[in-house]
Protein backbone atom coordinates (compact mmCIF):
# COMPACT_ATOMS: atom_id res chain seq x y z
CA UNK A 1 0.00 0.00 0.00
CA UNK A 2 1.12 3.67 -0.53
CA UNK A 3 0.47 7.08 1.06
CA UNK A 4 -2.58 9.68 0.13
CA UNK A 5 -0.87 12.25 -1.52
CA UNK A 6 -3.46 14.34 0.01
CA UNK A 7 -1.38 15.11 3.24
CA UNK A 8 -1.38 18.83 4.87
CA UNK A 9 0.54 20.07 7.13
CA UNK A 10 0.80 20.10 10.67
CA UNK A 11 -1.35 17.10 12.27
CA UNK A 12 -3.24 16.23 8.80
CA UNK A 13 -3.47 12.51 8.70
CA UNK A 14 -5.85 10.62 6.34
CA UNK A 15 -7.63 7.37 7.16
CA UNK A 16 -6.34 6.02 4.04
CA UNK A 17 -2.56 7.05 5.32
CA UNK A 18 -3.74 5.54 8.66
CA UNK A 19 -4.88 1.81 6.84
CA UNK A 20 -1.22 2.02 5.69
CA UNK A 21 0.34 1.89 8.42
CA UNK A 22 -2.66 -0.43 10.11
CA UNK A 23 -1.74 -2.63 6.91
CA UNK A 24 2.34 -2.37 6.83
CA UNK A 25 2.16 -3.55 10.71
CA UNK A 26 -0.09 -6.45 9.97
CA UNK A 27 1.72 -7.77 7.12
CA UNK A 28 4.81 -7.24 9.11
CA UNK A 29 3.37 -9.41 11.98
CA UNK A 30 0.78 -11.76 10.50
CA UNK A 31 1.42 -11.79 6.42
CA UNK A 32 -1.51 -11.44 5.69
CA UNK A 33 -3.41 -8.74 4.40
CA UNK A 34 -6.47 -6.12 6.35
CA UNK A 35 -9.31 -4.34 4.72
CA UNK A 36 -10.96 -1.65 6.08
CA UNK A 37 -14.84 -2.61 7.90
CA UNK A 38 -17.23 -1.44 9.68
CA UNK A 39 -16.75 -4.07 12.65
CA UNK A 40 -14.76 -3.19 15.77
CA UNK A 41 -13.12 -5.53 18.42
CA UNK A 42 -15.51 -7.14 20.96
CA UNK A 43 -15.63 -4.74 23.92
CA UNK A 44 -15.33 -7.95 26.36
CA UNK A 45 -12.14 -9.30 24.61
CA UNK A 46 -10.20 -5.95 23.49
CA UNK A 47 -7.11 -4.99 24.34
CA UNK A 48 -5.43 -1.32 23.85
CA UNK A 49 -3.02 0.46 23.28
CA UNK A 50 -1.59 4.19 22.97
CA UNK A 51 1.31 6.32 22.56
CA UNK A 52 0.98 10.43 22.95
CA UNK A 53 2.95 12.45 20.04
CA UNK A 54 4.71 15.34 21.73
CA UNK A 55 5.55 18.86 19.94
CA UNK A 56 8.94 19.00 19.26
CA UNK A 57 8.48 22.37 20.79
CA UNK A 58 7.51 21.80 24.41
CA UNK A 59 3.90 22.77 23.82
CA UNK A 60 2.38 19.46 25.12
CA UNK A 61 0.53 16.49 23.57
CA UNK A 62 -0.68 17.30 20.07
CA UNK A 63 -2.11 13.76 19.47
CA UNK A 64 -2.88 10.73 20.77
CA UNK A 65 -2.32 7.76 18.66
CA UNK A 66 -4.44 4.42 20.16
CA UNK A 67 -5.11 1.38 19.05
CA UNK A 68 -7.71 -1.27 19.80
CA UNK A 69 -7.01 -5.52 18.76
CA UNK A 70 -9.03 -8.42 19.06
CA UNK A 71 -7.68 -10.74 21.75
CA UNK A 72 -6.64 -13.37 19.19
CA UNK A 73 -4.87 -11.33 17.52
CA UNK A 74 -2.52 -9.80 20.29
CA UNK A 75 -2.79 -13.08 21.91
CA UNK A 76 -1.10 -14.86 18.16
CA UNK A 77 1.46 -12.22 18.33
CA UNK A 78 2.42 -13.06 22.19
CA UNK A 79 2.92 -16.51 21.25
CA UNK A 80 5.10 -15.95 18.66
CA UNK A 81 6.94 -13.57 20.40
CA UNK A 82 7.27 -15.27 24.22
CA UNK A 83 6.97 -19.10 22.86
CA UNK A 84 4.10 -19.67 25.40
CA UNK A 85 1.21 -21.73 24.58
CA UNK A 86 -1.22 -19.27 27.17
CA UNK A 87 0.81 -15.67 27.03
CA UNK A 88 0.76 -14.39 30.51
CA UNK A 89 -0.84 -10.62 30.65
CA UNK A 90 2.47 -8.85 30.92
CA UNK A 91 3.08 -10.61 27.68
CA UNK A 92 -0.10 -9.15 26.23
CA UNK A 93 0.33 -5.58 27.39
CA UNK A 94 4.27 -5.63 26.27
CA UNK A 95 2.99 -6.89 23.05
CA UNK A 96 0.39 -4.40 22.61
CA UNK A 97 2.73 -1.12 23.85
CA UNK A 98 5.38 -2.63 21.27
CA UNK A 99 2.72 -2.19 18.83
CA UNK A 100 1.46 1.12 19.84
CA UNK A 101 4.66 2.27 19.47
CA UNK A 102 5.51 1.05 16.47
CA UNK A 103 2.23 2.35 14.99
CA UNK A 104 2.96 5.74 17.08
CA UNK A 105 6.71 6.07 15.15
CA UNK A 106 4.95 5.41 11.80
CA UNK A 107 2.61 8.08 12.10
CA UNK A 108 5.07 10.56 13.57
CA UNK A 109 6.80 9.76 10.26
CA UNK A 110 3.87 11.10 8.29
CA UNK A 111 3.24 13.96 9.86
CA UNK A 112 4.44 17.55 8.93
CA UNK A 113 5.26 18.47 12.39
CA UNK A 114 8.23 17.61 14.45
CA UNK A 115 7.06 15.33 17.89
CA UNK A 116 8.77 12.85 19.92
CA UNK A 117 6.78 9.62 20.90
CA UNK A 118 5.80 9.29 24.75
CA UNK A 119 6.26 5.75 26.48
CA UNK A 120 3.16 3.71 25.57
CA UNK A 121 0.83 2.04 27.54
CA UNK A 122 -1.51 -0.57 27.44
CA UNK A 123 -4.77 -2.43 28.90
CA UNK A 124 -7.35 -4.45 28.80
CA UNK A 125 -10.49 -3.29 26.92
CA UNK A 126 -12.03 -0.32 25.14
CA UNK A 127 -10.30 2.65 26.30
CA UNK A 128 -12.61 5.72 26.38
CA UNK A 129 -11.54 7.97 23.61
CA UNK A 130 -10.84 11.49 24.58
CA UNK A 131 -12.28 14.75 23.12
CA UNK A 132 -11.10 16.08 19.78
CA UNK A 133 -11.30 15.88 16.14
CA UNK A 134 -9.76 12.26 15.66
CA UNK A 135 -8.96 10.47 12.11
CA UNK A 136 -10.00 6.49 12.55
CA UNK A 137 -9.53 3.52 11.26
CA UNK A 138 -11.38 0.35 11.24
CA UNK A 139 -10.64 -3.15 9.58
CA UNK A 140 -10.13 -6.53 9.55
CA UNK A 141 -7.85 -9.22 8.34
CA UNK A 142 -8.39 -12.52 6.31
CA UNK A 143 -8.66 -14.77 9.46
CA UNK A 144 -11.24 -12.32 11.25
CA UNK A 145 -9.41 -10.67 13.36
CA UNK A 146 -10.29 -7.06 14.33
CA UNK A 147 -8.63 -4.06 14.85
CA UNK A 148 -9.22 -0.04 15.34
CA UNK A 149 -6.55 2.81 15.32
CA UNK A 150 -7.43 5.92 16.06
CA UNK A 151 -5.30 9.63 16.17
CA UNK A 152 -7.27 11.66 18.18
CA UNK A 153 -5.70 15.31 18.06
CA UNK A 154 -5.67 17.50 20.92
CA UNK A 155 -4.45 21.29 22.29
CA UNK A 156 -1.31 20.76 24.26
CA UNK A 157 -2.40 18.46 27.29
CA UNK A 158 0.06 17.11 29.31
CA UNK A 159 1.17 13.41 28.49
CA UNK A 160 -0.66 10.83 29.43
CA UNK A 161 -3.05 11.01 26.83
CA UNK A 162 -6.25 12.90 25.31
CA UNK A 163 -8.17 9.75 26.70
CA UNK A 164 -6.31 9.70 30.08
CA UNK A 165 -5.90 5.85 29.94
CA UNK A 166 -3.77 5.23 32.84
CA UNK A 167 -0.35 3.89 32.39
CA UNK A 168 0.06 0.05 32.90
CA UNK A 169 3.46 -0.73 31.47
Do not use: Q, Y
Not at 8 to 19: F, K, M, N
Not at 72 to 85: E, S
Amino acid sequence: MTLSSSRAEGLAITSDDLLVVLADLWEATFSCAIAEAAASPDPATAWWAAVDLIDGEGKGVVAEVVMVVDEPALAAVARLTFGADEPATDHMIEVAAEAANILGGNVKGILARRTRLSSPRAGRGVPPLGPGPRTSVHAVDDRGRRMEVHVIHTSGTAPGGASRNEARR
